[in-house]
């Protein structure tokens, strides 16, 4: 038996369920990282650098979202792993560049071979006009709560 979809039960499972995905998504990269010695976390910092490499420590944090004590612990440990190194501004000391290494280059086919596979796996099942709906719904969602939480940052200064 089909059950009726009910409006405000599936409003109030949307909080549960990202968590959801984000915790098993974590879980999925931490075991797929753990051979090389990186966390789930530093997986979008890495990803990032491929993109653009020497990047501001201050910009990764802005850009992740991650505050500067937690980016700070990352890039140590991708540091103390060879993967990065951090060069300071020669004009402002007091800010640090972050490259990758030619050991954080050699990630690059991984890195971007598990971030398809993870791709798949999430989009399993979906046709095309749903992985592009969904992609645009996520995105969409992601925008409204980083908005909210400016404002609120805002409304606190």
Not at 27 to 49: A, C, D, N, V
Not at 112 to 134: M, P, T
Request: aromatic residues 8%.
């Amino acid at each position: 038996m089909k059950e009726k979809f009910d409006r405000k039960k599936h409003h109030e499972s949307i909080g549960r369920n990202v968590s959801h995905l984000f915790r098993s998504m974590n879980i999925y990269l931490s075991k797929e990282l753990e051979p090389y010695g990186i966390g789930s976390g530093q997986f979008p910092l890495f990803m990032h650098l491929m993109h653009h490499d020497g990047v501001r420590q201050e910009t990764l944090a802005s850009l992740l979202k991650y505050d500067k004590a937690t980016i700070t612990r990352s890039i140590t440990r991708l540091e103390d792993m060879g993967y990065v190194i951090r060069k300071r501004d020669p004009i402002d000391k007091r800010v640090y560049y972050v490259h990758l290494t030619d050991k954080g280059e050699n990630m690059r086919n991984v890195l971007f071979g598990l971030r398809s596979k993870l791709n798949a796996i999430l989009l399993r099942g979906f046709d095309q006009e749903e992985q592009e709906l969904f992609s645009s719904m996520l995105e969409k969602a992601a925008m409204n709560i980083a908005s909210e939480n400016e404002m609120y940052k805002v409304s606190n200064e």
